[in-house]
């Protein structure tokens, strides 16, 4: 997580960094700090708000040419003054900002304090800056990587030195770093979007590699060995425009009432209305390499995971083909078998998330095909698999993904009919999926012009101790997602469950009024599902309900309906997960959470 940037140039740094920081904020906004070289020394401004309050505090600051900016999102040592970046050396004339973990802390605080050093914070990362000044003989890039040999674990890092203001090292072991290579000036971040601004040229740093930029120059080395590596200068693509409110009051909300358009976006181009067929450029597979895929494997975290699941129900039903979802940062470490003929997706919306990352290393380690599943164009993730499916849902902001959930469903839809063509689905079936996935942009606009009584079930949870989300088959993944969201937005304790299993457990959480929320579209298993629900009824359980319209069965079960325009089985995620995107939303504004930047979160995981 945290988010890094860092500025050689001609101009003034400090707005460059600011700026910088304002489009890394979504890696992480616990506190926010800058370091600039001025007047040979290091001015270095702290803030444990967002990115927003330092800006206040450092405006009318130093116009020096040359610094180093962080925005941090917590993982050792709490959220203090102390502990936002940059860190800085006994002498204050080395500072570090680190976006990554220090495995071996422990270990290099206990050597380092043996030596001498007193340390002023509880960060792994202040191990850095005192390292390098243990190496430091004048030689800023021998002195990094000297230091850098020391470290287990994952790093981006920029380091200044008030003695080189001309110069900024950058190093990078598994935590995504690019340098922007501009006309003059050169720009260390996180990621492209924070450089976009200034360059499209850059480069991606690769792990093992450390970089020394000035102004006029990017030299690229082997960290280990310091023997120069020729890096390829890439375009960045893709939209990377400021994202706006379009007038609504949060991020998150624009993001839900967008969805009509991000799933046509991603539906354009690929749907083959006449051949009852779909196309996905992107995967780079003719026929015959579709055909050998016998088995398929969802990797994701979070929100992308729960797409993953809906995903390969869908491929295991119509294509017939065994497929599972997998939690990218379990499935990493139990030394997975990675059978031949399966294809893996990697599903992301950010394409940085480090424990996706993983598991695609270890898929490809082990000789598998990857394929990506995301949003954000030329990101690790994508690059890292080379061939896959952008989902084209846009920039998405609020920390809570709502409108990749249903960007990324919909592209496994797609694949699923490219697969389940060449298989078990005849033209006129394929023909009807193709048209049912077309209609879908249109009918989740329909329910989103009407959405029920969203308010009646706020009421409900608001106040609730626990709140139980119940669905089976596709609308099992819903339940998760619904869950996830609730809790993310309006810190509510919930769980999901799939719905036959509540009685296994879960059903003893029940009291008198406690509120349950049943996913239980007209599908499949809708008569099972209503025994489920008749089980809560009977403990005394207040039941939400989100149902296909004109169901009398449910609408007269439910102590709040909310019905939801009738769709095929496998596409009822893309309607069903609505209402509780809505639900989280407003249950989170009414009890005055912080919408688009819960506690505690970020918008991309780049720490395992
Ligand atoms: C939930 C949420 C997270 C992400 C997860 C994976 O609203 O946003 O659960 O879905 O961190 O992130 P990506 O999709 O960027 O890999």
Same mark, same amino acid.
């Given at each position: 997580m945290c988010g890094i940037i860092a500025y050689v140039g001609p101009d003034a740094a400090l707005p460059k960094l600011i700026e910088g920081l304002r489009r890394l904020e979504y890696r992480g906004y616990d506190s926010a700090g800058v370091a600039l070289i001025a007047d040979d020394d290091l001015w270095i401004r702290k803030d444990t708000g967002r990115v927003a309050a330092l800006a206040a505090q450092v405006e009318g600051g130093p116009t020096a040419q040359t610094g180093i900016a962080h925005t941090r999102w917590a993982t050792h040592g709490g959220i203090s003054l102390d502990n936002a970046h940059p860190h800085v050396d006994a002498k204050s004339r080395i500072a570090v900002v680190h976006n990554g973990i220090v495995e071996n802390m422990t270990a290099l605080v206990g050597m380092l304090k043996e030596e001498g050093v007193t340390f002023t914070s509880e960060t792994d990362t202040e191990v850095i800056p005192h390292l390098v000044r243990r190496h430091y003989d004048g030689d800023p890039v021998a002195a990094v990587r000297e230091a850098l040999q020391h470290v287990r674990g994952t790093f981006g890092v920029a380091v200044a030195f008030a003695d080189h203001p001309e110069l900024l090292v950058a190093a990078r072991n598994g935590s995504p770093l690019v340098i922007g290579v501009g006309d003059g000036e050169n720009i260390i971040a996180s990621d492209p979007q924070a450089v976009v601004a200034h360059t499209r040229q850059v480069v991606y740093m690769q792990d093992g590699e450390m970089a020394v930029i000035t102004a006029d120059s990017v030299k690229v080395q082997k960290l280990t060995t310091g023997v120069k590596i020729q890096s390829e200068v890439a375009t960045i693509e893709g939209d990377y425009g400021p994202a706006e409110m379009e007038g609504y009051p949060h991020f998150m909300l624009k993001e839900i009432f967008e969805q009509p358009r991000s799933i046509r976006r991603c539906l354009r181009g690929r749907i083959q209305l006449r051949e009852g067929n779909a196309k996905l450029g992107g995967l780079n597979m003719d026929p015959r390499d579709i055909v050998a895929t016998n088995r398929v494997i969802n990797l994701g975290c979070g929100t992308s995971y729960h797409a993953g699941m809906a995903g390969a129900m869908a491929v295991e039903a119509l294509a017939r083909i065994p497929a599972r979802a997998e939690i990218a940062s379990e499935f990493r470490y139990r030394h997975p078998i990675v059978p031949r003929d399966a294809m893996f997706f990697a599903i992301s919306? +950010? /394409? %940085?998330t480090a424990d996706t990352l993983g598991a695609i290393h270890e898929v490809q380690t082990k000789g598998g095909q990857v394929m990506g599943c995301v949003n954000v164009v030329g990101s690790t993730i994508a690059r890292t698999c080379g061939r896959g499916v952008y989902v084209? +849902? /846009?920039? %998405?902001?609020?920390?809570? +993904?709502?409108k990749a959930f249903t960007s990324q469903v919909s592209a496994l839809l797609v694949f699923t009919l490219m697969l389940a063509r060449t298989r078990n689905l005849s033209l006129q079936q394929g023909r009807e999926m193709a048209a049912e996935l077309e209609a879908m942009p249109d009918k989740v606009a329909r329910y989103l012009e009407n959405p029920g009584p969203i308010d009646e079930a706020v009421a409900a949870v608001t106040d609730a101790r626990y709140v139980l989300f119940l669905g089976r088959g596709y609308s099992y993944p819903v339940a998760l997602e619904g869950a996830l969201k609730l809790k993310e937005i309006a810190y509510i304790p919930c769980e999901a469950y799939p719905s036959g299993e509540m009685k296994h457990g879960p059903i003893a959480m029940l009291d008198e009024g406690a509120p349950v929320i049943a996913v239980t579209p007209q599908d499949s298993q809708r008569e099972k599902a209503i025994s489920n629900m008749k089980e809560v009824e009977a403990r005394g359980a207040r039941l939400i309900v989100i149902h296909t319209e004109g169901d009398e069965e449910m609408e007269a079960l439910a102590d709040v309906s909310i019905p939801v325009p009738a769709v095929a089985d496998y596409a009822s995620p893309l309607i069903t997960v609505l209402p509780l995107q809505l639900l989280a939303y407003k249950a989170g504004l009414a009890l005055e959470r912080d919408i688009d930047k819960p506690r505690n979160l970020a918008k991309s995981v780049t720490v395992e």
């Open positions: 919306q +950010s /394409g %940085e084209h +849902s /846009g920039p %998405e902001i609020a920390v809570a +993904s709502t």
